[in-house]
């Protein structure tokens, strides 16, 4: 495949990303008492649950053109989870203060992000 097409993908992919990451921070998550961030949660879980089933999907059982393959799992997956906020908002939270929610939102993201990865390997192994 062409570079060119490749980072068209990638791009395709990345902007649908980022509406649906966007849709995700206007829901009702955002709303929750406590303030703890749900949205940039519920976005890094999930996506590690899609990355993990699409790797194993589209690796053992369905074959994608290697451009979709990239759109879907770097461009859309990589916009939609933005640990780059993720990083943010454990700045805003350790800048006020806040370090039990912080530590607290740094391991439940990472442990239950990484349990949601290997659930989305055992599902898509199940197919």
């Given amino acids: 495949m062409e570079f060119a097409t490749k980072i068209a993908f990638i791009a395709v992919g990345g902007a ?9 921070n206007i829901s009702p998550l955002k709303d929750i008492p406590g303030g703890f961030p ?3 949660f519920t976005v890094n879980v999930l996506g ?25 799992l770097v461009g859309f997956l990589g916009a939609f989870t933005t640990f780059s906020t993720f990083e943010l908002e454990i700045w805003s939270l350790v800048k006020a203060e806040n370090y039990l929610l912080a530590f607290l939102y740094v391991l439940l993201s990472v442990v239950t992000g ?6 989305g390997v055992f599902l898509a ?3």
């Fill in 48 to 72: 590690s649950f899609l990355i993990g089933v699409g790797f194993i999907v589209f690796a053992d059982h369905i074959e994608i053109s290697e451009g979709l393959r990239f759109g879907l």
């Fill in 114 to 119: 990484f349990i949601a990865f290997l659930f």
């Fill in 125 to 127: 192994r199940k197919i």
């Fill in 38 to 40: 749900y949205p940039t």
């Fill in 16 to 24: 649908a990303g980022a509406v649906a990451r966007h849709l995700v």
